[in-house]
Antibody
Framework: QVQLQESGPGLVKPSETLSLTCTVSGGSVSSGRHYWSWIRQPPGKGLEWIGYIYYSGSTNYNPSLKSRVTISVDTSKNQFSLKLSSVTAADTAVYYCARVPLKNWFDPWGQGTLVTVSS | DIVMTQSPDSLAVSLGERATINCKSS????????????LAWYQQKPGQPPKVLIY???TRESGVPDRFSGSESGTDFTLTISSLQAEDVAVYYC?????????FGQGTKLEIK
């Protein structure tokens, strides 16, 4: 079955750009039946959707983060990526990638990766 | 944005007893084209990602035990665990996917009494 795995630096300095990659195995990011998404969860808190991407490159972002977020897809590597600019301590969170059937529910999720913003 | 409000924030139930978690959406998430509520429930155990239990408000995901059920009434949704097992200790979230941005409830922490 499809599996997703996040990767990237666990520590980012304030004002810099957070960059993460999600590698998909057992399935294809080029599937026309799915979107691919990033969600985050600050330590001990709830879930916040960051954005979606379709294999064509079409994106939707959370308006609360839109000015700082870029999600891209690399179909040749079966990966999609997240960039979040001008980070602050408030961006410290576990970042998850997930598959989304036709902008519906999120399933499955990657294991998540903790990104800490600190100098 | 559609606001999802869960109640209670935490819940302690004895093993074998029923657990009920509520979720209310700030506006309808019922799509007229298919008469379905765009509402999912997730279970998140410590140190793990969320796992979908229920979608379309009442459709159980494949492999989810049948003690888990979802129900709906207007903008009110309920997740019921009919007979609590030790492995059900987790935080439960509802999520609407009716409109962008998709939004989650704040979570309900379920513990054993």
């Amino acid at each position: 079955q499809v599996q997703l795995q996040e990767s990237g630096p666990g520590l980012v300095k304030p004002s810099e750009t957070l960059s993460l990659t999600c590698t998909v195995s057992g399935g294809s990011v080029s599937s026309g039946r799915h979107y691919w998404s990033w969600i985050r969860q600050p330590p001990g808190k709830g879930l916040e959707w960051i954005g979606y991407i379709y294999y064509s490159g079409s994106t939707n972002y959370n308006p609360s983060l839109k000015s700082r977020v870029t999600i891209s897809v690399d179909t040749s590597k079966n990966q999609f990526s997240l960039k979040l600019s001008s980070v602050t301590a408030a961006d410290t969170a576990v970042y998850y990638c997930a598959r989304v059937p036709l902008k519906n529910w999120f399933d499955p999720w990657g294991q998540g990766t903790l990104v800490t913003v600190s100098s | 944005d559609i606001v999802m409000t869960q109640s209670p924030d935490s819940l302690a139930v004895s093993l074998g007893e029923r657990a009920t978690i509520n979720c209310k959406s700030s506006q309808s998430v019922l799509h007229s084209s298919n008469n379905k509520n765009y509402l999912a429930w997730y279970q998140q155990k410590p140190g793990q990602p969320p796992k979908v239990l229920i979608y379309w408000a009442s459709t159980r995901e494949s492999g989810v035990p049948d003690r888990f059920s979802g129900s709906e009434s207007g903008t009110d949704f309920t997740l019921t665990i009919s007979s609590l097992q030790a492995e059900d200790v987790a935080v439960y979230y509802c999520q609407q996917y009716y409109s962008t941005p998709p939004t989650f409830g704040q979570g309900t922490k379920l513990e054993i009494k």
